[in-house]
């Protein structure tokens, strides 16, 4: 497989409608269908998970219902067996916490006409002194 030169746009186009969905309580649900059943990985704020079930189950536990987040940079680059890795800057604040800067790191991989998550990385950017 080639690298896939429309990597910049359908790097921007995933993480809009990631967000879109991540950020409304009502659809956030519908993430499920962006990650694999069984192959896909997540990292949310050091907690490993495997398999669209159990990554749904920690997104859906999510407590906050407003979501403040502004976009600073979508950073994506082709993969060879067709992928695309996309990272992700920005702010975002939850109900009436402080805003934090985050990072995401996603890997799409091809699936038919479409790309499924294979990886997702979120972290805040909040560093300890100590």
């Known amino acids: 497989m080639a690298l896939n030169p429309a990597y910049e746009e359908i790097g921007k186009g995933f993480v809009q409608q990631y967000y879109a969905l991540f950020d409304d309580p009502a659809q956030r649900p519908n993430l499920v269908n962006m990650y694999n059943p069984e192959t896909s990985f997540m990292t949310f704020e050091g907690i490993q998970l495997q398999g669209s079930k159990n990554i749904m189950e920690k997104l859906t536990s ?34 009436d916490d402080p805003p934090h800067a985050y990072s995401q790191i996603f890997v799409l991989k091809p699936l038919g006409g479409s790309f499924y998550c294979a990886h997702d990385i979120f972290r805040l950017n909040i560093h300890n002194s100590a």
């Open 62 to 95: 999510l407590a906050f219902q407003k979501i403040n987040r502004l976009i600073t940079e979508v950073d994506s680059q082709p993969m060879f067996d067709g992928g695309v890795l996309i990272n992700v800057l920005g702010r975002l604040q939850c109900d």
